[in-house]
């Protein structure tokens, strides 16, 4: 448990100690993923910006179908609005920063956490899949059975079911972002787990 300086310490000392105590996955040498604030609709220009700079940046993309009067395209839109991720040194910190339409990195009660490799897996297989209707929400749900998909190319994936206006919904979080994936399963394609889910 994290613990600040007493109330009653000199304000520059109490700065100064409680600043050491953020978290900061920062590493010289060794690369992470950190997710990365743009501007509205500024996603792909922000990839594209940070690859010329040999910066490694994933931007996780739905494809999706769209029906017009007179034609059928498929157009890709970004899996999270405004959110790129990068694998990056400590180093190259500033020169995403530096980067045109960046917001920011983004993060967690003041520290820069890194997202974990896992996670970024479980976006690239959801953008993989093109058989199931997926909705990014921000935040949590009332808990529900817990589950794991058990056929199709998402196999092994693991969530809760979440009832939203009378459907079945397969729900999986993504903890360091503060986000949830919320997927439409076939129920046949679901297996309750009998442990709860942490």
């Known amino acids: 448990m994290r613990t600040f300086a007493p109330a009653k310490a000199p304000p520059l000392y109490r700065f100064l100690l409680n600043m050491s ?17 743009t501007r509205s609709k500024g996603e792909k220009f922000v990839q594209r910006m940070l690859t ?3 910066i490694h940046a994933y ?12 034609s ?8 999270i609005n405004c959110y790129v991720f990068v694998w990056i040194t400590k180093p190259a910190y500033i020169p995403v ?9 983004v993060k967690l009660n003041q520290e820069l956490r890194s997202i974990p490799e896992a996670e970024i897996e479980i976006m690239r297989r959801i953008t993989l899949e093109r058989d199931i209707d997926l909705e990014v929400l921000p935040g949590g749900f009332s808990e529900g059975d817990p589950v794991a998909i ?12 979440v009832k939203t206006e ?9 903890r360091s972002l503060g986000y949830s994936l919320l997927l439409s399963v076939d129920g046949a394609f679901l297996g309750k787990l009998d442990k709860r889910l942490d």
């Open 21 to 37: 105590l953020i978290v900061n996955h920062l590493h010289e040498t060794e690369p992470r993923w950190f997710a990365v604030r």
């Open 52 to 54: 010329k700079k040999g």
């Open 59 to 70: 931007l996780p993309v739905q494809k999706l179908l769209r029906r017009y009067e007179r």
């Open 72 to 79: 059928t395209r498929l157009v890709e839109k970004p899996l």
């Open 97 to 105: 920063l530096e980067t045109e339409h960046v917001a920011g990195f």
């Open 150 to 161: 058990t056929a199709g190319n998402l196999s092994g994936l693991k969530g809760r079911i």
């Open 166 to 174: 009378g459907k079945r919904k397969f729900q999986i979080e993504l």
